[in-house]
Structures are given as C-alpha cells and as structure tokens.
C-alpha cells in the first residue's frame, strides 16, 4: 500500500501528553520528580533582571567625569527610590547645591569615572512558571523546569490567540454547526471554557471578557472580526502573547465553519471537567498548533503516536482540505497513486483521491491535506 508523510492535526480521546515548562533563564524548581501537581501549581521560579535608566550626573552636576564619584552620596548596591538623590554638590559654603536624582526605584548597579554617568537598574521582575496540567513530574531539567506528564483527551486547532489558562468546560451551543452569539454566554459561564458551534461573533466575545470566560472553543471566526477585535492585522507572528483576557482557540478555520462532529462530540462528553487551553499559534517554520488538554485517570488503551509530528496517509485515513478550492472540507482517503500528476500550473505532485463528506469525490496534492489523528 502508498504511504505519504503528511502533517497531522491531532482529536485523540485519550493519550499520554508530556508538556515541558521551562523558565526563561536558570531559577529554582519547587518540585522532584514524581511529585503530582495541580495545573495551578507553581513548579519553578526566576527573576528576571530588571530594566535599568541612566543618569548622566556629570552633566547634572557640572562636573568632569572624573569628579563624579566624590560627589555621589549613594555608591554602587545601594538601594534607591525614585526621585531620591544619589549625587549633590554643594557650592558658595553650602547655600546652593546641585543634585542628580534617580529616575526610579532601584539600585545603583555602576558609577562611571570615565562617562560621568551612572546606571540604575529596577527591581528583578518575578517570574514563575505553573504545571499547567494536572499530572506527574516525570523528568527535573536542572534549574530550568520540569516536564510533566498526564493521560487525557488532547484536541489541536486550527488558529488561536491569547496564551494559556484553565477551566471547567461547558458546552453552550446545542449543535457544532450553530454560532456562538453574545445571548448563550451568560453569568453562569463565568470562569469557564465554552465550547461553541461553527461560528464566535465578535459581539459575544466581547461580552465573554466582561463575564469572566476564561477560554472560547469554536470551529470559525471572521477574519474581519479578529482585526477589529485586536485593532490591527496579526500578521504571520507567533500569537499567544496578547493580553486580551480570553483565550480563543478556532478548530476548523476562517469564516464560519461548523467544528467537526467528532471535535464537539469528544468536548461535549468532557463537559463538567477541568482543561487547560493554549491558543499560541505559530504558522510558519516551526509549526506551533492551539491545543485544548482535558486530563483524565479512566482506564483504557492509549492512543497510539502521541508526540509524533507526522503520520502516514493510507486509506481510509480521515483528512481536512487546508487549501482552497476546499478548504475546511473533511473526508476521507480514496486512492494513493503512486506516480506523479501535473497540475494546471504545471508542477508534478503526488495526488491522493478524497471522499468528502458531502460525497463529493476529488483528487487534490497530499500537500493540500492535513490527517485527522483521532483515537
């Protein structure tokens, strides 16, 4: 049988998942391995070196570079506040003096001889780093963080904005193919993950932040309402940054799109349960998908090919479409034949046949797919 090593976007009921947390610089892990922690549970910590200013006191003073640090009444490690003075000298037996201050709070990190300048730099900045999923420490990565480990449903969309959070999921649409307008987000969903249909209005995304929602899963959003609802073009940038007060993660794609019947079906039946959502996306080289990890203990086989970044065509294999003419349409393999095509600008690729869903038959490059890894 052809085989084809094609990208696969994963829906699997239940996996193992490993998710790595590392500071951004060397720090303290909090925990050992084999620990059980909580996703809200902090496993490492660092500080970040804070930002400095730069105080130009010869010019302040009047002074050579060299006379600087006679006249400094604060010396390098001291602490300051801001607007405190760090350097005066007094004139005309002490009836004027000039004075340099510090811009912010601090402390004196250089004196400078040679420029007549001294450097202030802020307080560390705090940075700490939680488990994210409930799990087990399975590996400590010296003193820049742990990789934790969980059994449970993993779900990767299509596009995302706004960084990680948790909630209990709650499914607010009664259909995948119905939009998620502002009327089904209530007090109630407050704290939460919603789960919608095939579509999120701008309108009640909007609401969802004043509400409190912690994340909103849906198949489709307008590219429109994303403009206007960050206030600029996100360009091919890695999201995940933006401090929106909401995560949304997008299943299927652009415009409005019911979310798979397997995507919702697998999110309704984890109704009530904690997950943890991460709308990074990252679109270029390096491929960084949204997820949504609902851990679970029930007993059963695990899916296969967790952590794998590919998978094998063959038939049968359930497929999504990526490009137009289309995009977002589901199906599944036909044919793999085994010789090259030429398409109508001329290019040879491989082809694959496809059924979709709607029983159209078509034959498309394998590029133009992406695998459906359900388990």
């Given amino acids: 049988m052809a085989h084809a090593y094609t990208p696969g976007l994963k829906v699997l009921g239940k996996t193992i998942i ?8 060397a720090g303290e892990v909090l925990v050992k391995k084999g620990d059980t922690v909580k996703a809200e549970d902090i496993v490492a910590r660092t500080f970040l070196p804070g930002n400095v200013e730069t105080v130009n006191v010869a010019n302040s003073l009047g002074l050579p570079p060299e006379e600087v640090p006679k006249f400094m009444v604060k010396q390098e490690g001291d602490a300051v506040e801001e607007g405190e003075v760090i350097a005066e000298m007094k004139q005309f037996f002490g ?3 000039s004075r340099a201050i510090s811009p912010v709070k601090g402390s004196i990190e250089t004196v400078s001889s040679i420029t007549g300048q001294i450097i202030v730099r ?16 399975v590996e400590v990565h010296g003193k820049e963080g742990v990789t934790v480990e969980t059994t449970g449903t993993f779900i990767q969309g299509i596009f995302g904005i706004g960084g990680e959070t948790q909630g209990e999921i709650a499914v607010v649409t009664d259909s995948s193919e119905r939009v998620l307008a502002d009327e089904d987000i209530t007090e109630e969903c407050a704290g939460k993950i919603i789960v919608g249909g095939s579509l999120v209005t701008a309108a009640a ?12 899963i849906v198949g489709g959003f307008h590219d429109w309402d994303l403009k206007s609802f960050l206030g600029f073009d996100l360009g091919v940038a890695i999201t995940g940054h933006e401090n929106l007060g909401v995560t949304l993660v997008i299943t299927e794609g652009f415009g409005d799109m019911a979310m798979a019947e397997a995507t919702f079906n697998l999110l309704k039946a984890r109704e009530g349960l904690q997950a943890s959502i991460n709308g990074a996306t990252q679109i270029r080289a390096g491929v960084i998908r949204p997820e949504i990890i609902v851990p679970h203990t029930e007993k059963g086989k ?16 359930r497929v999504r479409a990526i490009r137009e003419p289309f995009f977002g349409k589901l ?28 029983g159209a038959e078509e034959v498309i490059p394998r590029a133009n797919v992406e695998i459906i890894e359900a388990g």
Avoid: C, H, W
């Fill in 18 to 25: 490993r998710k790595e947390r590392i500071l951004p610089l």
């Fill in 122 to 137: 802020e307080p560390p900045n705090p940075v700490v780093m939680d488990a994210y999923v409930d799990g087990k420490v």
């Fill in 95 to 97: 009836l004027y003096s």
């Fill in 331 to 358: 199906g599944e393999v036909t044919s793999l034949p085994v010789e090259l095509q030429i398409l109508e600008s001329e290019a040879k690729v491989r082809v694959l046949g496809v059924k979709f869903d709607d």
């Fill in 302 to 317: 695990l899916a296969a090919g967790a952590g794998e970044e590919g998978s094998n065509l063959e038939i049968g294999t």
């Fill in 205 to 216: 995304l909007k609401k969802a932040i004043q509400l409190g929602v912690k994340g909103v």
